[in-house]
């Protein structure tokens, strides 16, 4: 299968607002979601179609910019939380 051009932050975005447990989304030729727990049928389906409907082309700059600051959040987050472990 040819690869998948992606917008790895609104593809996060897509799957975080589809209320799927995703901690990260990767590309390396197809894109790969990883989740912090192993999905159910329904929700692998969800994933499926929402990977297969991405489209990274619609994404404005400005949404971008707030995806970016939100995921730095996240990021931040995270970070915190393994320095306290």
């Known amino acids: 299968m040819a690869d998948k051009k992606i917008s ?7 799957l975080e607002n ?3 447990p995703v901690i990260s989304v990767r590309s390396s030729g197809e894109p790969i ?3 912090s727990r192993e999905l159910t049928d329904s929700e692998r389906s969800i994933a499926e179609d929402i990977i297969a409907r ?4 619609d994404i404005t700059f ?6 970016s600051d939100e995921y ?7 970070y915190k ?5």
């Open 8 to 14: 790895i932050l609104k593809l996060h975005k897509e």
């Open 18 to 20: 589809a209320s799927l």
């Open 33 to 35: 979601a990883d989740y």
């Open 54 to 57: 991405h489209e990274p082309e």
């Open 62 to 67: 400005n949404e971008q910019m707030y995806i």
């Open 72 to 78: 730095k959040k996240y990021l931040e987050s995270m």
């Open 81 to 85: 939380y393994m320095e306290m472990q």
